[in-house]
């Protein structure tokens, strides 16, 4: 039997976002083997789809429209964007859909909690 897989939502791929693309990608295999779970990003936020970031993803995960993100099929979503205004909207919407939601957005949970 292989590993669970766990469809995630990343919300930014900034500095921040970035970083945990590179991360999941370098440490698939440990996280795979130590906790039976392979992380899969199934869809990627960001305001320009056309800008290289430098990352090793396939074009068609990234979406420019929080609808569609919001509306595709994962199981996680991270918010890696910051503010209160896209990221409230992102988080509420998660959560309304039973999703777990994953952010370390203090201006965020200060306000919203």
Do not use: Q
């Not at 039976?36 to 420019?64: C, H, M, N, Q, W």
């Amino acid at each position: 039997m292989g590993a669970a897989t766990v469809r995630v939502g990343l919300a930014g791929c900034g500095v921040v976002g970035g970083a945990l693309v590179r991360l999941l990608d370098e440490s698939a295999d440990t996280i795979e083997s130590r906790y039976g779970v392979r992380l899969e990003l199934s869809r990627v936020l960001v305001r320009d789809i056309a800008r290289d970031r430098g990352l090793s993803l396939p074009r068609s995960i990234f979406t420019s429209d929080r609808n569609d993100f919001l509306g595709h099929d994962t199981d996680v979503v991270v918010e890696a964007i910051g503010g209160t205004g896209a990221a409230g909207e992102i988080a509420r919407g998660s959560l309304e859909r039973g999703r777990r939601f994953i952010t370390a957005n203090k201006e965020l949970i200060a306000s919203h909690g």
